[in-house]
């Protein structure tokens, strides 16, 4: 069977997937992206929709990711102004909460500083006279509300995007298309795909698993098998709920365990999210639990006694998270990325990574993998291509890779 001959076959059509697709076109490489469902189907479209710093990774020490994360959010907002928005986030700090005002203020200007000390990145304190305009939120025992700015984002929008811009820049798409195996060779790997019209076979001179939660499963269709990395699929869930939030999103803590939890206006009703718990089944079977749902209206309510718990929807995404004895909330969040061949690699599969980081984690990845790709003329830098949104009833359907 003859096989359509790539630079680079990307596996995964979740925000890492297209955004190394995209990368990997701008730089000159003939790209094909293979999705077995539909883009954004899996972890995607369901995360809390942030594209932020990570105020809380400071506690772990994770200042590069901080840093990191902040720069792309400045890049996003300028690149995808009609799907990032800069928002006002609020944080109340009441008697029983964990933290104290001083460890908060001390957070936020470190957070200021490693964002560059940008006008988006300044705080402020909330004065009390202004406590009654917060959407309902509970002023009993409360010592202090802290503002600054984050943004919002429609993930599964956001990943259209990004892909459509790939396939403008010239890559191809199979979706849906069931990766079936692939095996090294001198050059790099020969696979097969089943897709439109039946199976097809492929040559490339690297391949990237960015399978999400499934990442481990495509690994093992892969031979030799390399190198792999043990995880934890964590899920988080999130509600929708009756009402509105008009002045942004509230980050709180949670009664019982002293988790964050944010509240956010989402189409017009409120979002809250999100949860962590471990997952031991497929991937593909993951859907919140009423004990999750529990937990996220009863903190809800503990903050906006005044706001309904009618609960609308609900969801839940799995994270990729390193394997561990302790708690999934202070684990990394670091992109760790697992190759073939150090010295020589064709392969390189992505494992965990956070939305706001998908663009800086493609640039890494090609870097890896760039002594095995061809040398092209690239046609562009990701961080100065416009991202525009797709209508959300008319978006045209992922062009096949043989039109």
């Known amino acids: 069977m003859q096989a359509s001959a790539y630079d680079l076959v990307v596996i995964g059509g979740g925000i890492h997937g297209v955004g190394v697709a995209q990368a990997a076109a701008a730089a000159g490489h003939s ?3 293979l999705e077995k469902t539909s883009l954004a189907a899996g972890t995607s479209s369901k995360s809390s929709k942030l594209i932020h710093g990570g105020l809380r990774y400071l506690e772990s020490f994770e200042l590069g990711l901080v840093r990191e994360s902040l720069t792309e959010r400045a890049i996003l907002l300028r690149i995808a102004a009609e799907l990032v928005h800069l928002v006002p986030f609020f944080v109340p700090i ?14 936020l200007s470190l957070y ?15 004065p009390r006279s202004r406590w009654d305009a917060l959407d309902g939120l509970s002023t009993d025992s409360l010592q202090r ?8 984002t429609d993930d599964a929008l956001l990943t259209r995007a990004v892909m459509d811009s790939a396939l403008e820049l010239g890559a191809e798409i199979e979706c849906p298309a069931r990766f079936l195996g692939a095996k090294r060779t001198p050059q790099g790997y020969r696979g097969r795909f089943e897709g439109a019209g039946g199976v097809h076979d492929f040559e490339a001179c690297a391949l990237v698993n960015a399978a ?11 031979e030799p098998q390399p190198p792999g990395y043990d995880i934890e699929l964590v899920q988080g869930a999130h509600i929708e709920l009756e009402g509105t939030l008009e002045r942004g999103v509230y980050y709180t803590e949670a009664p019982s365990d002293r ?6 206006p989402w189409r017009g009703h409120i979002m809250v999210g999100t949860t ?11 859907e919140p639990k009423a004990a999750e749902i529990e937990y996220l209206c009863e903190t809800f309510a503990a903050h906006f006694p005044g706001q309904s718990t009618t609960v609308l929807n609900a969801w839940a995404g799995l994270r990729v998270l390193p394997a561990a004895s302790g708690a999934a909330f202070g684990r990394t969040r670091e992109t760790v990325h697992r190759l073939d061949d150090r010295a020589n690699p064709h392969y390189l599969a992505i494992y965990g990574g956070k939305l706001t980081g998908y663009r800086a984690n493609a640039e890494k990845v090609l870097s890896r993998l760039r002594a095995c790709l061809p040398k092209r003329a690239a046609q562009a830098r990701t961080a100065d291509l416009p991202l525009i949104p797709p209508p959300m009833a008319t978006a045209r359907e992922p062009r096949a890779a043989r039109d």
């Open 94 to 107: 009441y008697a029983t909460t964990s933290r104290r005002p001083w460890e908060l203020r001390a957070g």
């Open 31 to 33: 790209t094909l992206l």
């Open 112 to 126: 200021s500083l490693l964002g560059g000390l940008r006008a988006t990145t300044r705080f402020e304190t909330v």
């Open 212 to 222: 999400g939660p499934w990442v481990n499963l495509v690994r093992e269709k892969i």
């Open 259 to 264: 988790r964050a939890v944010f509240s956010m």
């Open 145 to 152: 509300v802290f503002k600054y700015f984050d943004a919002q």
């Open 276 to 286: 962590e718990s471990p997952h031991a089944g497929a991937p593909e079977d993951c």
